[in-house]
């Protein structure tokens, strides 16, 4: 009667060691998604600045 239960017991061990590996992957998804979206937000709030008053900012000098 131990065989049973410790080939059940092991593939219980199996089972809860893939759940938590698939647990870890999802928050490591989550958490790459949320950085992305970050990042975006970011590049959205630069954008919105408004732009500089004349004579300030990026100019480029093309006198030769």
Not at 10 to 20: D, K, M, P, V
Not at 23 to 35: F, G, K, P, W
Request: net charge positive; charged share 10%.
């Amino acid at each position: 009667m131990t065989a049973p239960s410790t080939a059940s017991g092991a593939i219980g061990a199996l089972t809860r060691q893939g759940t938590a590996f698939s647990q870890q992957v999802a928050i490591l998804s989550a958490r790459r998604q949320i950085d992305a979206e970050r990042s975006v937000a970011g590049l959205v709030a630069q954008a919105a600045q408004p732009p500089a008053p004349p004579g300030q900012g990026r100019v480029l000098d093309v006198t030769v």
